[in-house]
């Protein structure tokens, strides 16, 4: 409840991979996500608007976790 006046101030880390998904397909909406490399996801999420965590607490599964809920978000 109430979320929505308090979107400026989420800060989403790399395990909230839903909401980053969400924030990727909107930023990026005619990108593929089955066809982007690991490298320009994270520098895409990294760039997000409220986003905020450490680029050393990202890896290859929270990577995969990010893409997958992106295609599910798209599909």
Not at 19 to 24: C, G, H, N
Not at 55 to 72: D, M, P, T
Request: hydrophobic share 40%.
């Amino acid at each position: 409840m109430g979320n929505a006046d308090k979107d400026e101030d989420v800060t989403m880390k790399w395990t909230d991979t839903l909401d980053i998904a969400i924030e990727l397909s909107e930023a990026h909406p005619d990108v593929d996500p089955t066809k982007i490399n690991f490298v320009d996801l994270m520098n895409w999420v990294m760039a997000l608007p409220g986003f905020d965590d450490d680029k050393s607490r990202c890896g290859e599964k929270i990577l995969e976790a990010i893409q997958g809920a992106w295609i599910e978000e798209v599909s």
